[in-house]
């Protein structure tokens, strides 16, 4: 079961009504298992570039998905606080590596996905997957800088895997 939560400025967090992300714009961020219990994710350059992200999706008013791996923990405590007052954040929550088909049930309007955070020779090649199979009319931006992965050397394999495999796919460098 995957949940959908916002975080509302006036109430705090409230569960997301099917179709309330409809009048967002088209492109948005996903931020991938930046976790207490994810190694990876405790790195300071990484943690520095994802914010740096988020900050530019939340100047363009863009939706921004903190997806978590269930049981790994919170996501860290300076994007909970980035975030904390942005109305267009939403969290999901999945037991999937492949987190795609949850993200698809809440926001399939978004056509255009930047994605960023850990780990990207798992969860985030397999949403990535998940998107080519399931939302092949959507586009994915993977910016490597803002992933990390148990073995760094894994992230230039899984990109180069990535470009070679996704017609809908590009990378911000």
């Known amino acids: 079961m995957t949940y959908f939560i916002s975080y509302n400025k006036c109430i705090g967090f409230d569960y997301v009504r099917k179709g309330e992300a409809a009048n967002m714009t088209s492109t948005g961020l996903i931020v991938m298992d930046m976790q207490t219990g994810f190694l990876s994710a405790q790195n300071p350059g990484l943690i520095t570039r994802v914010n740096g992200l988020i900050c530019e999706s939340m100047n363009a008013n863009q939706i921004i998905l903190l997806v978590h791996y269930i049981g790994q923990g919170h996501t860290l405590s300076s994007i909970r606080k980035q975030v904390k007052h942005y109305e267009h954040v939403y969290y999901v929550w999945s037991f999937s590596d492949d987190k795609c088909k949850d993200i ?17 020779d798992v969860c985030i090649f397999q949403t990535i997957d998940g998107f080519h199979n399931w939302a092949p009319d959507t586009h994915i931006c993977l910016v490597p800088d803002a992933c990390g992965a148990y073995n760094p050397e894994d992230i230039d394999a899984s990109v180069h895997l990535m470009v070679i495999s996704y017609p809908n796919f590009s990378i911000q460098i």
């Open 104 to 120: 698809l049930v809440d926001h399939g309007h978004v056509k255009e996905w930047k994605i960023c955070g850990v780990n990207i």
